[in-house]
């Protein structure tokens, strides 16, 4: 069990990487985002390949991008002894 000091260290690294996750997801979706449009003229399978990548682009990379996520808050977890494993 963590006292209140170290609940508190936690917190304020959690806060911190989530600031940095959150950032760094708007940034990637922004720079994906813009990378599809700029390919609007190809097509792939029959299908625009902005609309591809529109479709199955995005849900790929937010999947990847959860991922990331969780193994970068399972990181901080560990370092302030807060981790679930089993």
Same mark, same amino acid.
């Given at each position: 069990?963590?006292?209140? =000091? ?11 990487? *989530?600031?940095? *996750?959150?950032a760094a997801l708007? +940034? ?7 990378? *599809? +449009? ?16 529109? +479709?199955?682009? *995005? ?14 808050? =399972? ?8 981790? =679930? =494993?089993?």
């Amino acid at each position: 069990m963590m006292n209140s =000091e170290h609940r508190w260290r936690h917190w304020r690294g959690t806060k911190a990487n *989530a600031l940095f *996750a959150i950032a760094a997801l708007l +940034g990637i979706l922004l720079i994906a985002s813009v990378f *599809a +449009g700029l390919f609007a003229s190809w097509s792939f399978l029959g299908f625009p390949f902005a609309f591809y990548m529109a +479709g199955q682009g *995005a849900f790929i990379l937010m999947i990847i991008l959860v991922y990331w996520f969780a193994g970068f808050q =399972e990181k901080t977890d560990r370092h302030y002894g807060a981790s =679930e =494993e089993i």
